[in-house]
């Protein structure tokens, strides 16, 4: 089912605090460790602590190897690297100096896009570990603030929408270009969303709109809001 009305259903305030930013502490492989997200190579998953120097050590080692390209093109390898580079900004205490600390190719560049990887929500990190979003596209939806940055990241799913479609959308949004007018230039409409129903879901759902006069995206919008209440 699908509603490409945007703006029928019912509005309210909503001042629920989203998170938009990673919540757990800088290193940690609360993704890559998860089996049931990324089964048996949870076992693999490294934690670099920016507080222990053989740990940071190690962080260093293993964004060398990532600016070099010596870390395989595997979206769970390339979350190890983007947590490295956060735990090595942490534990040196800036972009330059993590990116002078890992030598090689690594610049303060590479090191700032995947850092922001990292520190992505849980939310967002779990559609990358499955490969669902690829991580070169997260580095684009990394730049995004707030709100939008979520938007972005399901946009990505539902859209679907390419890595340079991405960039370009984050680059827009950065501009000032609310969320829903950058994705519309690239043919998505901002909520959106193709649902699979039971069939009695289904037969009652649209039983009800009839005998109200609404789309079906307004019953199961206020239905949802009122679930995330």
């Not at 029928?8 to 930013?21: G, L």
Request: glycine share 8%; hydrophobic share 35%; net charge negative.
């Amino acid at each position: 089912m699908t509603d490409n009305r945007p703006g029928t259903h019912r509005r309210r305030d909503d001042d629920r605090s989203i998170p938009t930013d990673r919540e757990s502490p800088v290193g940690a492989p609360v993704i890559r460790g998860d089996e049931s997200v990324t089964g048996t190579r949870a076992r693999d998953a490294v934690q670099f602590n920016p507080d222990d120097p053989n740990s940071l050590a190690d962080a260093a080692e293993t964004v060398r190897q990532f600016a070099n390209g010596e870390i395989n093109d595997d979206h769970l390898y390339m979350l190890r690297g983007a947590a490295a580079c956060a735990a090595l900004v942490r534990g040196e205490g800036s972009y330059k100096a993590a990116a002078e600390r890992a030598g090689g190719d690594t610049t303060v560049s590479f090191i700032r896009k995947w850092a922001r990887v990292h520190d992505l929500p849980r939310s967002v990190r779990k559609q990358v570990a499955l490969g669902r979003i690829a991580p070169t596209a997260a580095k684009h939806i990394a730049r995004v603030g707030g709100e939008a940055r979520l938007l972005l990241a399901w946009a990505t799913l539902d859209g679907p929408l390419t890595v340079r479609e991405v960039r370009s959308i984050a680059s827009a949004v950065n501009n000032d270009t609310p969320i829903e007018h950058a994705l519309a230039e690239h043919g998505v409409t901002l909520g959106q969303l193709e649902l699979t129903l039971s069939p009695p879901t289904y037969r009652d759902l649209r039983r009800q709109a009839s005998i109200d006069g609404v789309e079906p995206g307004t019953i199961v919008s206020d239905a949802l809001e009122e679930y995330f209440e």
